[in-house]
């Protein structure tokens, strides 16, 4: 359905005696994407940069923070979606019709991340707790919560119960049911409106997620790992 290049350069650099660590990356990709209405496949780009800082506060406990950029642009809508629409083909005679969602053909978006891990020797075990903050330019925000422990148990076990919270709200062009709107979609869309998606990633979201993980160290160059979530 699609051919995708990407590439991505990434660096590290520690300062102030290893105790601060900086983080800074570029990325980008080059897709040909294959959508039914189209001849030839269609094209897509993406580009992404990242600036993070870790630091460590003291011997139990460090911080980081990412701040990550994002800039799309060409066929963003998913060619395997499609929204339906009423159309009145004769007076009193409506027909139910499938059309490709249209998106934008350009989408920036932002987020930033923030977590702080600390050590508790004597429980022989770690917590780490993070949030995250998204938004883009076609309305979505979302908040991610996550909070994990890492429990030592011997000296070959570790266990890792976590739990997770997110919520986003939806696009602006997201609708379930055209019927209820004037929009009139295109025979073609083209990512320059009207604008419309069914794509459930694109609507109003929240969940929860809590799950178990369970780390054996069987040797140096082994490890079996088995996790739960749901």
Same mark, same amino acid.
């Given at each position: 359905? #699609?051919v995708?290049r990407?590439?991505s350069v990434?660096?590290?650099?520690?300062?102030?005696?290893k105790? @601060? @660590?900086?983080?800074v990356?570029? &990325?980008? %990709?080059?897709?040909?994407v294959e959508?039914?209405?189209?001849?030839?496949y269609?094209?897509?780009?993406?580009k992404?940069?990242?600036?993070g800082?870790? $630091?460590v506060l003291?011997p /139990?406990?460090?911080?980081?923070?990412?701040v990550?950029l994002a800039a799309d642009?060409?066929y /963003?809508a998913?060619?395997?979606?499609?929204? =339906?629409k009423g159309i =009145?083909?004769?007076? !009193?005679v409506?027909l139910?019709? *499938?059309?490709?969602?249209n998106?934008?053909?350009q989408?920036?978006?932002?987020?930033?991340?923030a977590?702080?891990?600390?050590?508790?020797?004597r429980l022989?075990?770690?917590?780490? !707790?993070?949030y995250?903050l998204?938004?883009d330019t #076609?309305?979505?925000?979302?908040n @991610?919560? =996550?909070?994990?422990?890492?429990?030592?148990? !011997?000296?070959?076990?570790?266990?890792?119960?976590?739990a997770? #919270? #997110?919520?986003? *709200?939806?696009?602006?062009?997201y609708?379930y049911?055209?019927? %209820?709107?004037?929009?009139?979609p295109?025979p073609s869309?083209n990512?320059?409106?009207?604008?419309?998606?069914?794509?459930? +990633?694109l609507? &109003?979201?929240?969940?929860?997620t809590?799950? /178990?993980? &369970?780390?054996? %160290?069987?040797?140096d160059? /082994? $490890?079996?790992?088995a996790?739960? =979530? +749901?």
């Open positions: 359905d #699609y995708s990407g590439w990434n660096t590290l650099a520690d300062f102030n005696e105790n @601060t @660590t900086l983080r990356g570029v &990325a980008g %990709t080059d897709d040909r959508v039914f209405y189209e001849p030839a269609l094209p897509k780009h993406t992404s940069a990242i600036v800082v870790t $630091q003291d /139990l406990t460090f911080v980081t923070v990412n990550t642009n060409g /963003l998913e060619p395997h979606k499609f929204v =339906e =009145e083909i004769f007076p !009193g409506v139910e019709k *499938s059309f490709g969602e998106s934008p053909n989408r920036q978006s932002g987020s930033i991340f977590s702080v891990n600390h050590a508790f020797p022989h075990g770690a917590i780490e !707790g993070s995250r998204n938004s #076609y309305g979505i925000i979302a @991610t919560f =996550e909070v994990s422990w890492l429990q030592h148990v !011997g000296p070959r076990l570790i266990l890792e119960p976590l997770r #919270y #997110y919520q986003q *709200s939806a696009a602006r062009f609708y049911n055209l019927d %209820t709107t004037s929009i009139v295109v869309p990512g320059t409106g009207p604008y419309y998606t069914s794509d459930f +990633r609507s &109003a979201e929240s969940d929860s809590y799950g /178990l993980k &369970a780390t054996v %160290t069987v040797t160059r /082994l $490890q079996l790992v996790a739960y =979530e +749901r």
